[in-house]
Every structure is written in C-alpha cells, then in structure tokens.
C-alpha cells in the first residue's frame, strides 16, 4: 500500500513539474515579454510605421530569447 500511495504522488508531481515548464511558464513569460515591450515609451506612435513594427518584434524575440524560450 505504501508503494502505491509512493507511485501515486511522483506521478503527480511529475505531471505538475511537467505541465509548469510546458504550460505555465512560458506563459508567464510571454506575458513579461508583451507587457515589457507595451511600456515602452513611445509605443502608440511608432507602431504605425513598418520598421518601428520590426524593431519590438525584435525586441520581444530578443526578450524571449534572454528568458529562455528560444
């Protein structure tokens, strides 16, 4: 019964590491990274022109990148 109860929990604790460094932590830093780039002075602006759009697409793909998910 002990080993039952033992296999039971690292199972779950192997699905709950599992869906935090697939799911929940990269959402997280998604998340960072577009609220990083929105504060941005400027913002509204710059957006409206073409190379103003590839430099935060730059950016946030940099900050992706610094957080570790590319």
């Known amino acids: 019964m002990k080993h ?8 779950v604790l192997i699905l709950l590491g599992w869906f935090y460094w697939f799911q929940y932590r990269p959402a997280n830093i998604r998340s960072y990274c577009y609220r990083w780039i929105k504060d ?7 957006l409206r ?3 103003a759009i590839t430099r935060y697409k730059a950016l946030y793909d940099r900050c ?3 957080k570790g998910l590319k």
Request: net charge negative; aromatic share 14%.
């Open 40 to 46: 941005l002075p400027g913002e509204v602006e710059e």
């Open 49 to 51: 022109t073409t190379s």
């Open 4 to 11: 039952k109860f033992f296999v039971i929990f690292l199972a």
């Open 64 to 66: 992706l990148n610094e």
